[in-house]
């Protein structure tokens, strides 16, 4: 009925996975981004296992860093962090998400960099970064992760049809700090 149904695409995906077949759940994950990117937040974890189950941890690096230029307004650092520092280390995860706050400050990097914290520090000074990823994770939990783009209406949970005004897909991740 509808070719470019984002649910469609990822059920399809979910089978192909389901039947070990990486390679072509990776290709109908990646159609997404043609289909409709503001859904690429939600299949993240899904592309990772696809190129995971395939080793193919360059290729994914290399993808996420084209996907972001090309989708610079998507909230993807947070898994694109996560893939840098399970492949390429720590290390390389920080320098990653602080170059990114410093083009574009976020709740959301913010709290990404604050999770990277280490314990073994000051006792007063993990107590001032333990009250401020408190208030950062407070304020990022606060937002909504879905807003359809009809009516308004905000959820944290996916609805592919708005419980408010009846549309189908207009219900797409949200991700607007909170002085929007």
């Not at 389901?18 to 859904?39: G, M, N, T, V, W």
């Not at 407070?138 to 009809?150: F, G, I, R, T, V």
Request: aromatic share 8%; with cysteine.
């Amino acid at each position: 009925y509808d070719s470019d149904s984002v649910r469609a695409t990822i059920i399809l995906a979910d089978l192909a996975m389901e039947a070990s077949d990486y390679r072509k759940a990776r290709r109908l994950l990646q159609q997404i981004e043609k289909q409709d990117a503001e859904f690429l937040p939600v299949i993240m974890d899904k592309l990772v296992e696809c190129h995971d189950q395939q080793d193919e941890a360059e290729a994914l690096l290399e993808y996420l860093d084209n996907l972001e230029f090309r989708q610079n307004d998507l909230p993807l650092l947070e898994s694109h962090a996560r893939v840098i520092e399970r492949y390429k280390g720590r290390d390389d995860a920080i320098a990653y998400v602080m170059g990114k706050l410093k083009k574009t400050p976020s709740l959301q990097g913010m709290n990404q960099l604050l999770s990277y914290k280490d314990s073994d520090s000051d006792q007063a000074d993990n107590k001032l970064v333990q009250g401020l990823a408190s208030a950062v994770e407070l304020l990022w939990k606060d937002q909504s992760a879905y807003q359809c783009k009809q009516c308004g209406f905000k959820s944290n949970t996916l609805y592919w049809l708005c419980p408010s005004c009846h549309n189908w897909g207009a219900v797409k991740p949200y991700s607007c700090e909170p002085t929007c």
